[in-house]
């Protein structure tokens, strides 16, 4: 399979405690980005890799949320002392660049 | 900020049944318009990139258009396995996309 893939697919995690998911892209697309989508409503963005240069984070993003790509392969997304407002479908895309981006099956988190 | 609205929220059609989708936007800087389509519980899946007004994109039912404003996805004849949530995004010079909320489409045999 040369899609992209994320693990895991879900997440249940207790308050307060560290969860990190990965990502990995589509071999040559040299674009990376983490979206978070809620119930209804549309994927959010929240960063994006070009290579290995992380080159926007949204600013909705609170301080609790990092993201790395090490060598611009694969990628990781942390969330730090979780809070159930957390809870969502973290999507991960690649891309070459300026063009459309790729979905994985996404991340579901379940804060409790 | 960049804004896209899609419309109606909801659409319930019959099969066989023709019908559009719309998704305005106010962007700066647009490079290109994308449709998806998002089943439950999964990632979207990539259908369309339109990058210019006047622009059409076809597949199987589905074709796309894009004015300065707004873009069109048209359902031709549609089939319950059409049933989804169709999404459009904008990418722009920012080198992001911005999202709708989506149409969700349900087609009853």
């Known amino acids: 399979d040369t899609g992209v893939s994320q693990d895991p697919r879900h997440k249940i995690t207790k308050r307060g405690q560290n969860v990190t998911f990965r990502c990995d892209p589509i071999?040559?697309?040299?674009?990376l980005y983490w979206y978070r989508q809620t119930l209804g409503q549309g994927p959010e963005f929240l960063t994006y890799f070009q290579n290995e240069a992380q080159l926007e984070k949204s600013r909705l993003l609170s301080d609790r949320f990092s993201a790395e790509r090490p060598k611009g392969s694969f990628s990781t997304l942390e969330i730090q002392r979780t809070e159930q407002g957390d809870s969502a479908m973290y999507l991960c895309?690649?891309?070459?660049?300026?063009?459309?981006?790729?979905f994985g099956q996404g991340t579901r988190l379940t804060v409790v | 900020e960049d804004q896209v609205t899609q419309s109606p929220e909801a659409l319930r059609l019959q099969e066989g049944e023709s019908s559009s989708l719309n998704c305005s936007y106010t962007?700066?800087?647009?490079?290109?318009l994308f449709w998806y389509r998002q089943d439950p519980g999964k990632g979207p899946e990539f259908l369309f990139t339109l990058y210019s007004a006047g622009e059409e994109k076809e597949k199987e039912r589905l074709k796309a258009t894009l004015t300065k404003k707004e873009s069109f996805l048209h359902i031709t004849a549609p089939k319950p396995e059409d049933s989804a949530t169709y999404l459009c995004?904008?990418?722009?010079?920012?080198?992001?996309?911005?999202f709708g909320d989506g149409t969700t489409l349900t087609v009853k045999p």
């Open positions: 995004a904008v990418y722009t010079n920012a080198g992001k996309s911005t």
């Open positions: 895309a690649s891309s070459l660049e300026n063009l459309e981006a790729f």
């Open positions: 071999s040559e697309h040299n674009r």
């Open positions: 962007v700066s800087g647009l490079r290109g």
